[in-house]
């Protein structure tokens, strides 16, 4: 007997049927058999099938006589047909992953449960992407003593991604319905209602191909008769939950319904005609009638406008409201506020409530217009447009320029105001290039812009222009540019080889040790970068400040990784890792940087190297960091001589000094006095200033009078870089309860990816892109933190510091690993819960000076030396032959 059997069931899908065999005989459980259950093919699957049972005698092959019309009766004949105790189903055009089997064996038998289910994937093709089916029901591993526990796992309605007992399924008559389509959605249902307990686990253990074209019946969403399938697969499941004594389900499983089945529909609505979008409202009218109220609570606002309108035959709003689900999701043409509550259309009907969005309560950068084309032509070379312009939520002041904005290129325009309500545009433009053309508007009394995309007719016809493309794309039918395909991505794919060859790593090292051999110093040419070039900041600006303010002969290249952002406009740049870069680095007499240059590059003989360094805390470095602390020859000798090029560091600290010298194997000169980028913190400017400087910052980040300025800045995850893991606290939560008096400035690690949505922007700025984090601190009323070197700088403001350490544990232990016990000497309270951090920020005063003592103490820690003037001692001592230096270059110029 087999441990498990796999029934792959197929029909007419003769050229996928052996991928999907080779990844059950690829599985690492070896034990199993394969049953191939052929629903009566017409191609040349039958010829396959068999094929790939003479090649293996793990493979049965059962064909059905005459064609079923669905899944249901070839999956029941390979339960009738197996024989192992454990049963999986695979569809003939998806693949398991190697593991599945064993795994989800080692579940059941470890647990006991009726059966295990565990993630699926979606694979697309031929990207090879794979993207998780609602990961959050999959997040951990555990046992679920029945669906009641955990009613939000009707969404996983899926019979492929699960391990079942077969002597279960035949006990119990649990058999898919052989006469519908979704018939899995009815099994799923009998499923829940009858398992006394079952197992979920994280891993994917199913990949669910989505190829460019695909007929499967999930797919065949243009079919209305697919529609009527499926809401018949609904009442079905509805109805055995109620045979079964579970009609305090039926809700949750209604659920399902209309946040995942009907969005399945809803996404390409504005693309259907209203004949179309008429006849699915009358079939799934029916079914909405039947649902509870306290569902459409429950689901996305615009999903629930959405039902409201067909529950209301409101054809032509549909459509529009469907157009909001995907893309940018564009706002509605009108909105109503009432009471503090902000409804979608004209009117203030409950069904229509959109508040949860906040999009009436956006600040001005982010606010929302809406751009529908009503006029499109095209005389070949330009194209002339009548754009109207819809302000749902009264956002436009009154006094306001606007303009087309085509990639960098800004036409203006002069919108008209419309007898209809909004505004009339008449523009003609020359598109080129790749854009996606925007209308802006921008306030003029502080030159705040807002912007927003173009909604198009979904049937315009593509207009053809000289080198581009104008047409529509998404559900939505966006306008947008494409420059012209074939010669031209040609020429670029072959550009792109050729550079890909020149422009190697290895090439550049190569050509970059000839230059250091053969090309003289410039001893008043310096090379500047902080951050790895991501910006104008830290010490490294500091350091160039003052050396512009002595007016020393050095001439000063900055490193920027991409674009010019925050810079003086008078500095020199460079691109990092450029050609141009590598030559700056190989002349450059003098290097200074917060991180460190490339790793691989020796400093050339006669520069000299400062490293400011970029934080101090408690985070573990160098060779005690995870990604060197291992016993690994090659990453620690490469970090050891990429530290030996330093000739000078900046050591905010004795704390430091302590700490960070010996875990880098640093030995050279060492300043100890104070940090440059901190000179602006401890330097007593006068009052005005301050005031002037911080009412910028919240100027910039549209901070409302009277909030105050909690900023919050997470340092990132070692085992979860770009994932968005380190924002941790509930910010849904905190706009809740803070949003009337505090505003969030999110400022992530560089290396975080993490954008707050759009219905927290109201509470939540995204200040990751703000030139200098020095300047948001005064600007700031509190910091929230966790382990960020932040809170070493912040110190110097004395405002109150708020640490939430909700994975404390997890991360002395098992992630970075810390040189301090945090909650022992943080100097402000330590919290797990963002209830606990909410309670804290509404009694700050009284929080912040119960830990005075604490305070002073972790200022003496790390602020000791900070005495405002580290910059122009740094320069004084480091740069203090840079005159002779230079003179000295000259004259051998001149010989």
Known sequence: MPDCTVVVITYNDAARLPRAVRSVLGQSLRDLEVII????????????????????????????????????????????????????????????????????????ERTGADFVSGQISRLYEPSGRLQPYYPSLFARRRVVEGIREEPELF???????????????????????????????VFAAELYATSRRFAVVPWVVYHWHRAPVNDSISLSIDDLDNVRQRVIAARLS???????????????????????????????????????????????????????????????????????????????????????????????????????RTYWGTTASPGMDITRLRLAELPYTSSRLRHEVADLSSDGDRVRMTVRTYDPFGVLPPAWTAFLQLGRDRVPIAPEPSSAGGYVSRVTFTPKGRCDPRIGFTRTSDGHTTTDRIIADPHTEPIELPGCTLKVEGYAAYLCVRPDSIARSVWRRIRRQLMKRVNTPANKLRAYKLMIKVLPRRHDLALFESDVGKGYSGSPRAIYEELRRRGLPIEVVWSVARGRRNFPADVRLVRRGSWRYIYTMARAGVWVDSHGFPLDYPKPKGTRYLQTWHGQGIKSIGFDAPDLRGDFDKPRARWRAAVARWDALVSPSAEFSRVFLPSNGYSGKVYRCGTPRCDALVRAEPAVDQADKAAEVRRRLEVPPGRRVLLYAPTYRDRGIGSGRSVRADLELMAEELAEDWVVLLRTHPVERYQPPEHLKHFVRSAGSYPDINDLMPASDALLTDYSSVMCDYALTGKPMLFYIDDWDDY???????????????????????????????????????????YAAFRELWCADEHGDAAARIVADFFADAGEDARQDSREGAQ
């Open 37 to 108: 259950a052929d629903d009566a093919s017409t191609d040349g699957t039958p010829e396959v099938a068999r094929r790939l049972a003479q090649a293996d005698p793990r493979v049965r092959y059962l064909r059905r006589p005459v064609n079923s019309g669905g899944c249901g009766a070839p999956r029941n004949d390979g339960i009738d047909a197996a024989t192992s105790p454990y049963i999986m189903f695979l569809d003939s055009d998806d693949e398991l992953p190697r593991h599945a089997c064993k795994s989800l064996l080692a579940e059941i």
């Open 155 to 185: 969404l996983d309605s899926f019979s492929t991604n699960k391990l079942y007992d077969v002597g279960r399924l035949r006990d119990n008559v649990l058999r898919f319905p052989e006469d519908i389509h979704y018939e899995d959605h």
């Open 238 to 340: 509805d109805d055995i939950l109620r045979e079964h004594g579970a009609a305090d389900l039926v809700p949750h499983r209604q659920y399902r319904f209309v946040r995942q089945d009907l969005r399945v529909y809803l996404n390409p609505l504005p693309r259907r005609d209203l004949v179309w979008v008429k006849e699915f409202a009358s079939v799934v009218r029916p079914y909405l009638e039947e649902v509870a109220e306290e569902v459409f609570e429950r689901i996305a606002p615009l999903d629930r406008v959405c039902c409201r309108l067909i529950l209301d035959d409101r054809i032509e709003d549909l459509r529009i409201a469907a157009g909001s689900l995907t893309g940018p999701r564009a706002a509605p043409r009108a909105a109503v506020q009432l009471d503090g």
């Open 812 to 854: 002395r232990l098992a992630e970075r690993g810390v040189y301090h016990d945090l909650p022992a000497i943080a100097p402000g309270p330590c919290v797990a819960t963002t209830g606990d951090l909410i309670a804290a920020l509404r009694d700050l005063p009284a929080v912040h000076a119960s830990y005075a003592e604490r």
